[in-house]
């Protein structure tokens, strides 16, 4: 069964762009995570989506968007890019059959390192 | 609001000797908790478990971790370091309950010095 997997592995943009990353889940799974990491703030949720429906969100401001489609893949955007905003970001997806939010193992992407100049 | 903490940025250890590696976490409610391995320029890897079964967990790579409540502890052990051993590790932290995020750590980089 193929991994996670999410395109593009690196980025470069700069202060005031947008950009959009993108996250295939394993077959099957229906739960995508996303976080970002950095060397300073260490692995962040940003959010989580199961089935086309964002089901938590942390507390990152509203640059920060993510949406998933009906084949489970997701992406998430960040607008107005800042300094800051460089990371790596990891997807994590997990299959949560019942659909009930409980705890179900998370498997993890390589991630996208953005950066932002 | 939950908490995990890994005390130690960077360990180093000599090659064939113990690995020991902190976390403490903070809840009202024992979470179930997880200790994931990064290597450079990848993901996350599972390395062990605990989801309140036995307290002595054993994972990958020959590492295992023990949960002790009476010290909110679950720290990552390995009785002999190999030099493939070197990376981040990290410890986090879910609600049993569900409904929540993972919660890590900020992360231990391991050296493993031959």
């Known amino acids: 069964k193929a991994g996670v997997t999410q395109t593009p592995r690196y980025l470069i943009k700069t202060r005031g762009q947008q950009v959009t990353l993108s996250c295939s889940p394993i077959s099957g799974h229906r739960s995508v995570s996303w976080y970002q990491q950095t060397p300073g703030q260490g692995l962040q949720f940003l959010f989580e989506?199961?089935?086309?429906?964002?089901?938590n969100k942390g507390n990152f401001p509203g640059r920060f968007s993510g949406r998933q489609f009906s084949n489970s893949r997701s992406e998430m955007n960040v607008s107005t890019l800042e300094l800051g905003d460089s990371a790596l970001y990891l997807c994590a997806s997990s299959s949560d059959p019942q659909g009930s939010g409980s705890y179900n193992e998370q498997f993890f992407g390589p991630g996208t390192r953005l950066t932002v100049l | 609001a939950q908490s995990v903490t890994q005390l130690g940025s960077h360990v180093s250890v000599s090659e064939g000797a113990l690995v020991l590696l902190r976390c403490n976490y903070s809840?009202?409610?024992?979470?179930?908790l997880f200790w994931y391995v990064q290597y450079p320029n990848q993901g996350l890897q599972l390395l062990l478990k605990?989801?309140?079964?036995?307290?002595l967990v054993k994972g990958i790579n020959g590492f295992e971790a023990e949960f002790k409540k009476s010290e909110t502890s679950f720290h990552l052990t390995k009785p002999s370091a190999h030099m493939s051993d070197a990376a981040e590790y990290f410890c986090?932290?879910?609600?049993?309950?569900?409904?929540?995020?993972?919660?890590f750590g900020k992360g231990t980089r391991l050296s493993v010095i031959a």
């Open positions: 605990y989801t309140s079964a036995a307290t």
């Open positions: 809840s009202s409610v024992p979470p179930y």
């Open positions: 989506y199961f089935s086309e429906t964002q089901r």
């Open positions: 986090a932290a879910i609600r049993p309950s569900g409904n929540t995020p993972l919660v």
